[in-house]
């Protein structure tokens, strides 16, 4: 669960909000909505204009709701998956959800001015369940993770919705999935306790880096391993500083932050985490560079190579 | 001597039973997809006729979908089982059914009811 939605086990999506002004005070239960789903509620998301709430559900559906004055109503029931919903996002023209599910596949709905849903595509990219999908800050572009070790990028081509992008390089499930507030960037999280950076380079860009026609490639940029000793379930990209945070199986949060120093157009590196990265461990720390900025980094860091 | 001859005879009796049980499960496997596409197609193109005199703006979402779906059934190559993209295509085909039965509001295993059967491939 991330830390910006949360859902109850209990097939009940709770909704908070604070109670008054007064610095440090506490939260209320304004709405309880307990009719809309028969079995555990995996993931909220609020549209962004704020007026709607999406729920996606192990029953297979995801509901939307609309604010009232008091309270919920549900005006949507989008059905399709063949079983349990794991994640549901708003793009940020609000006019598009997207929803991934067990069943492998992600579908992308488009809302009418008359709060109509509508199921725009199915795409069946991925081989095996879909984790969590999310969209790019400013374009409707959609990312999904996937117990099959990859991230898979979407858009629009022709009429149609078509997966662009396969990001491999993860050895286990990926969980999580953020883009970075410019949306050149994105981060990964697996179960292989790696967190990976993505950068897409456009046809044509000043590093060299090959694209096919007019598409963009996506690369990894930086693999950041030993700091996690368990499974990462989640990460958390902030738009305002740029630090990154993630959420990992080892009950710790860990932050992570951008050398302003080295810029290169190798972005990421690690300076400083919030939580000591524990000495002794079989793996130690590492930062590691696709090998077409290895110059550049190796100066600067001891770094080893991954393939 | 008498060891590779026999190793070659058992060598080409199992290849004549290879190629044998090959080709059953070829055309199992070929017969299922057939059977999966052909029915997608039969559904589309009944739907085709269903909606081709509605003129309404929704129906005409509901027209290209189908359209669309018939195309890309056409379209895939089923003369030519090393077709690099034949996984690719199949699941493509089967998404854009799942699409077109969510505009419709069928459910995709054609299952209306709890007593009845679904459907299967």
Redesign the interface.
């Known amino acids: 669960l991330s830390g910006a939605e949360s859902g109850c086990g209990r097939g009940v999506p709770c909704v908070h909000q604070a109670l008054s002004h007064v610095a440090g005070s506490g939260w209320t239960c304004r709405a309880v909505l307990g009719d809309g789903h028969q079995r555990t509620v995996r993931r909220v998301a609020w549209s962004p204009c704020g007026s709607y709430l999406a729920s996606a559900s192990f029953d297979g559906t995801t509901c939307v709701w609309k604010r009232q004055d008091d309270g919920f109503e549900c005006v949507a029931t989008l059905?399709?998956h063949e079983n349990e919903v794991k994640s549901v996002a708003w793009a940020p023209s609000g006019s598009l959800l997207a929803t991934c599910s067990r069943d492998k596949?992600v579908w992308v709905w488009e809302v009418d001015e008359e709060e109509e849903y509508?199921?725009?595509?199915?795409?069946?990219?991925h081989t095996q369940d879909v984790k969590h999908v999310v969209w790019h800050p400013s374009q409707e572009l959609l990312a999904s993770a996937s117990y099959d070790d990859t991230v898979r990028l979407y858009q629009e081509e022709e009429d149609?919705w078509v997966c662009c992008a396969t990001l491999e390089g993860h050895e286990s499930t990926v969980w999580a999935v953020a883009f970075e507030k410019g949306g050149e960037r994105l981060a990964s999280v697996s179960d292989d306790r790696t967190l990976r950076i993505w950068r897409r380079y456009n046809p044509g860009n000043q590093e060299g880096v090959a694209c096919s026609g007019s598409d963009p490639t996506w690369k990894c940029v930086c693999t950041l391993s030993g700091y996690h000793s368990r499974t990462i379930y989640d990460v958390s990209w902030c738009h305002l500083t740029g630090a990154l945070a993630t959420a990992c199986g080892d009950d710790a949060i860990r932050v992570f932050e951008e050398s302003p120093t080295l810029t290169l157009h190798c972005s990421a590196s690690v300076l400083r985490t919030s939580v000591e990265a524990e000495p002794s461990r079989r793996n130690r720390p590492r930062v590691s560079f696709s090998r077409h900025m290895s110059l550049m980094a190796l100066a600067v860091f001891p770094v080893s190579f991954l393939e | 001597r008498f060891h590779s001859q026999g190793y070659q005879e058992g060598f080409a009796e199992g290849s004549r039973a290879g190629v044998a049980q090959g080709r059953r499960v070829g055309a199992l496997h070929g017969a299922r997809v057939g059977a999966e596409m052909g029915c997608y197609l039969g559904f589309a193109l009944t739907w085709h006729c269903l909606l081709r005199k509605c003129t309404d703006e929704k129906s005409s979402?509901k027209i290209k979908a189908v359209d669309?779906l018939i195309g890309v059934i056409q379209k895939f190559p089923y003369e030519d089982p090393t077709y690099d993209k034949l996984q690719e295509d199949l699941?493509?085909i089967?998404?854009?059914f799942?699409?077109v039965?969510?505009?419709l509001n069928i459910p995709?295993d054609f299952r209306i009811g709890t007593d009845r059967s679904s459907l299967t491939f």
Request: proline share 0%; charged share 35%.
């Open positions: 059905e399709g596949s509508e199921c725009v595509s199915v795409l069946n990219a149609d | 979402k669309s699941e493509k089967r998404g854009k799942k699409q039965c969510s505009l995709s």
